[in-house]
């Protein structure tokens, strides 16, 4: 009952956060031993500290803290203070590993590792193919400006068969007003 009326409010528009620390909320782990592996939350222990399960990625139920964990948009429903066989029964039953999969926080993850275990060479050809592909968008950029340019749909040119803007005042010269005053020289 709680939990439903706590649902009813945090789904109201205009409510920013909806990840909360709460049992059966997705987590993965930010630091550790085990930093990478998707887990759940079985109990809040306080605010700082809660107990985690990860049966499907090989983590066991141990304490954990909150700052060390990543909050996903998953949750999965089942009772409290659950036996990790219940929690592996409901993480397999939801499919949490192949949702998580179609987010971007696992590209976001394969593109780092891939990074991070690059050679010097894979670097150097990683340099030459960035090169490679800016010359490319650059030859594509300038014909383009080129045919815009032509075209005159840039720098306020008129396009042909339209009305011509109308002219830019220039700065007239100031005439100048009064004769001079000759100043005799002294001798």
Same mark, same amino acid.
């Given at each position: 009952m709680?939990? !439903?009326?706590?649902?009813?409010?945090?789904?109201?528009?205009?409510?920013?956060?909806?990840?909360?620390?709460? +049992?059966?909320?997705?987590?993965?782990?930010?630091?550790?031993?085990?930093?990478?592996?998707?887990?759940?939350?079985? @109990?809040?222990?306080?605010?700082n500290? %809660?107990l985690?399960d990860?049966? +499907?990625?090989?983590?066991?139920?141990?304490?954990?803290? %909150? @700052?060390?964990?990543?909050? +996903?948009?998953?949750?999965v429903?089942?009772?409290y203070? $659950?036996?990790?066989?219940?929690?592996?029964?409901?993480? !397999? *039953?939801?499919?949490i590993?192949?949702? =998580?999969?179609?987010?971007?926080? #696992?590209?976001?993850?394969? $593109?780092?590792?891939?990074?991070?275990?690059?050679?010097d =060479?894979?670097?150097?050809?990683?340099?030459?193919a960035?090169?490679?592909?800016?010359?490319? %968008?650059?030859?594509q950029?300038? #014909?383009?400006?080129?045919?815009?340019? @032509?075209?005159?749909?840039?720098?306020? #040119?008129?396009?042909?068969?339209?009305?011509?803007?109308? *002219?830019?005042?220039?700065?007239?010269?100031? &005439?100048?007003?009064?004769? #001079?005053?000759? %100043?005799?020289?002294? &001798?």
């Amino acid at each position: 009952m709680v939990s !439903e009326v706590f649902d009813f409010f945090c789904a109201r528009p205009g409510f920013p956060y909806k990840r909360f620390v709460e +049992t059966g909320r997705v987590a993965k782990c930010a630091v550790g031993k085990y930093k990478g592996r998707l887990v759940c939350i079985v @109990n809040v222990i306080d605010q700082n500290r %809660v107990l985690i399960d990860g049966p +499907t990625s090989g983590v066991p139920r141990q304490q954990y803290p %909150v @700052n060390h964990l990543h909050l +996903t948009k998953f949750r999965v429903r089942f009772p409290y203070t $659950a036996k990790t066989r219940t929690i592996r029964l409901a993480l !397999e *039953k939801s499919t949490i590993k192949e949702k =998580f999969d179609e987010t971007i926080w #696992k590209e976001r993850a394969v $593109a780092k590792y891939k990074r991070f275990h690059m050679t010097d =060479f894979d670097r150097f050809k990683l340099r030459l193919a960035r090169t490679e592909r800016n010359r490319v %968008v650059t030859t594509q950029y300038k #014909k383009l400006k080129k045919t815009v340019i @032509n075209n005159g749909m840039l720098f306020g #040119k008129p396009v042909k068969g339209t009305k011509p803007l109308p *002219k830019r005042r220039t700065k007239q010269p100031k &005439k100048k007003e009064g004769k #001079k005053k000759k %100043v005799a020289a002294k &001798k």
